[in-house]
């Protein structure tokens, strides 16, 4: 009896609230509907149905354009478009957001999304400069968000890629000084020191990293920082790398080689290294242990034929020339190919291909022996145009063997046929070239040629037998040159890699080895 009562109370109750409130109660129910259509599409995201989402928040939109859920169902579309990578329909949701929401809960986010919009390098519409002037006002309109931090160091990063290092070192102790609590504390250290490298302030910068070693040893920065402090004090030292250990032997088992060509170290500190003879890449540490190969299944055919030149990105996806097959071919981490081009465009055939690097940004630079040229491609592999070959004829490349990426971004080019380095900008513009002597610091038939994190640049040179090394202005510093009752490390070689403390490395193709230097 006591339930009928409670039941006939509530109806009445109920019956009441319809009477005296019929709009409040209605507002109640399109809340509940905008919730529960916002929770269905939020969970679709979280379910990778990325289109299905980007329905159900518009239908959201269609259905209850004012409700309490359409400034956070702008923001999720905004982000599902993102991570479809079309960031105009993107920046077109956020801008919702800061016009129509300036005060809501999401302004500030979508207002970090716009500066993130302009600052990713694969946007057509990429604009550091743009990007600065987003993330700056976000500390102006909302300097009570949790991303304030975020849009100080974003802006203070894009001014290290515009190199303005002076005001960027400024804004990183400003964000320092301002919230020393701060989720990027460490890491606007590290920058403030590699700002200083750029400057070539290098005790400054010395003394940066040494504080950036000793407090924040968490940093997912540590080890670059390590690094760079450990080449820090070699600089300062200015002593000749000698030889201290040989890799491999003739084989095909792991750790053993057969004509390997190009060698890399990447920002780990270990060594990938093409081999022609084996038709693989070996990928091993500095101690020469091995970590496994790429491109030689152990079922089915090998991918190459003649594997030369090889680079690995800051993103660790590993790039290689095949001279034969006349290709270029990228895999992940693992071994996967995901990109392979060349031999079948005529604008963009390689005739002897024998060098690769690839830039920040993702571009992909070929150097042709042949053909006296170097090839550039975007970042899917499609041709864009060639350089080297064009101008005066002293100023053209003749048999082009090296490539490498100094530390302003700058394509520099052992041009072997006329015995001098160039130096390029990414538009293909001739900067600067480096010729050949006969004293201390000149060169004769350089080969191969690599970049440390400062910035100085190490020439192979098989005319000379030597190694030598510039600044990055050219200045010549020391040479490196066979030792007597050691092996000859500058005998037939391949291929030389600096890795990022500062160890040399380079492969001997007739020896079938990789000779250490520090």
């Known amino acids: 009896m006591g339930k009928w009562i409670i039941k006939a109370l509530s109806i009445i109750y109920l019956s009441l609230i319809l009477n005296i409130y019929p709009s409040t109660?209605?507002?109640?129910?399109?809340?509940?509907?905008?919730?529960?259509?916002?929770?269905?599409?939020?969970?679709?995201?979280?379910?990778?149905?990325?289109?299905?989402?980007?329905?159900?928040?518009?239908?959201?939109?269609?259905?209850?354009?004012?409700?309490?859920?359409s400034e956070h169902a702008h923001y999720w579309i905004g982000r599902s478009y993102w991570m479809k990578k079309d960031y105009d329909s993107a920046l077109r949701e956020f801008t919702i957001i800061t016009t129509r929401f300036p005060d809501g809960v999401k302004a500030a986010d979508a207002q970090f999304e716009i500066g993130n919009y302009y600052s990713i390098i694969e946007n057509p519409k990429y604009d550091l400069n743009r990007a600065i002037i987003?993330?700056?006002?976000?500390?102006?309109?909302?300097?009570?968000?949790?991303?304030?931090?975020?849009?100080?160091?974003?802006?203070?990063?894009?001014?290290?890629e515009l190199?303005?290092?002076?005001?960027?070192?400024?804004?990183?102790k400003n964000m320092i000084e301002k919230n020393p609590d701060s989720e990027f504390v460490d890491d606007a250290h590290f920058y403030i020191g590699l700002s200083y490298i750029y400057l070539k302030e290098y005790q400054r910068a010395k003394d940066a990293f040494q504080v950036f070693k000793e407090n924040y040893p968490y940093s997912n920065y540590y080890r670059q920082?390590?690094?760079?402090?450990?080449?820090?004090?070699?600089?300062?030292?200015?002593?000749?790398?000698?030889?201290?250990?040989?890799?491999?032997?003739?084989?095909?088992?792991?750790?053993?080689?057969?004509?390997?060509?190009?060698?890399?170290?990447?920002?780990?500190?270990?060594?990938?290294?093409?081999?022609?003879?084996?038709?693989?890449?070996?990928?091993?540490?500095?101690?020469?242990?091995?970590?496994?190969?790429?491109?030689?299944?152990?079922?089915?055919?090998?991918?190459?034929?003649?594997?030369?030149?090889?680079?690995?990105?800051?993103?660790?996806?590993?790039?290689?020339?095949?001279?034969?097959?006349?290709?270029?071919?990228?895999?992940?981490?693992?071994?996967?190919?995901?990109?392979?081009?060349?031999?079948?465009?005529?604008?963009?055939?390689?005739?002897?291909?024998?060098?690769?690097?690839?830039?920040?940004?993702?571009?992909?630079?070929?150097?042709?022996?042949?053909?006296?040229?170097?090839?550039?491609?975007?970042?899917?592999?499609?041709?864009?145009?060639?350089?080297?070959?064009?101008?005066?004829?002293?100023?053209?490349?003749?048999?082009?063997?090296?490539?490498?990426?100094?530390?302003?971004?700058?394509?520099?080019?052992?041009?072997?046929?006329?015995?001098?380095?160039?130096?390029?900008?990414?538009?293909?513009?001739?900067q600067q070239q480096f010729k050949a002597a006969s004293e201390a610091g000149g060169l004769k038939e350089p080969l191969s040629i690599a970049a440390d994190k400062l910035g100085n640049i190490y020439v192979l040179d098989i005319g000379r037998d030597n190694i030598q090394k510039f600044d990055r202005d050219f200045k010549f510093l020391l040479e490196i040159k066979n030792e007597k009752k050691k092996p000859k490390v500058i005998d037939s070689p391949g291929g030389i890699t600096v890795c990022p403390n500062g160890e040399i490395f380079i492969s001997d193709k007739s020896e079938h080895r990789v000779y250490k230097l520090e």
């Open 25 to 69: 109660v209605l507002a109640i129910e399109i809340d509940l509907n905008a919730k529960r259509q916002f929770d269905e599409a939020s969970e679709l995201i979280r379910q990778d149905k990325i289109d299905d989402a980007v329905n159900g928040f518009k239908a959201l939109l269609a259905a209850h354009p004012n409700s309490p859920f």
């Open 134 to 160: 987003e993330y700056l006002k976000i500390p102006q309109r909302y300097p009570n968000s949790h991303v304030v931090d975020d849009a100080r160091y974003y802006a203070a990063r894009s001014l290290i």
């Open 225 to 430: 920082g390590s690094y760079l402090l450990s080449l820090l004090n070699k600089a300062v030292s200015n002593t000749a790398p000698r030889y201290t250990k040989t890799i491999g032997e003739k084989g095909k088992g792991a750790g053993k080689f057969s004509e390997p060509n190009g060698v890399y170290c990447d920002e780990a500190g270990n060594l990938y290294i093409s081999e022609a003879g084996n038709q693989r890449i070996q990928r091993i540490t500095e101690k020469g242990e091995a970590l496994g190969e790429i491109g030689n299944p152990k079922k089915g055919e090998p991918v190459f034929k003649k594997p030369v030149g090889i680079w690995v990105d800051k993103n660790d996806d590993i790039y290689v020339i095949d001279a034969k097959l006349l290709k270029v071919y990228k895999f992940d981490s693992s071994g996967k190919i995901i990109l392979a081009f060349g031999k079948d465009k005529k604008e963009d055939e390689f005739k002897e291909p024998s060098s690769i690097a690839v830039d920040d940004e993702g571009s992909i630079y070929v150097a042709d022996r042949s053909s006296s040229r170097i090839y550039k491609f975007d970042r899917t592999g499609k041709f864009l145009f060639t350089f080297g070959d064009k101008g005066n004829k002293e100023d053209r490349l003749k048999e082009p063997s090296g490539l490498a990426i100094d530390i302003k971004g700058k394509i520099l080019v052992a041009d072997t046929g006329r015995g001098r380095i160039m130096k390029y900008d990414k538009d293909g513009s001739l």
């Open 163 to 172: 190199s303005n290092y002076e005001q960027a070192i400024g804004d990183f």
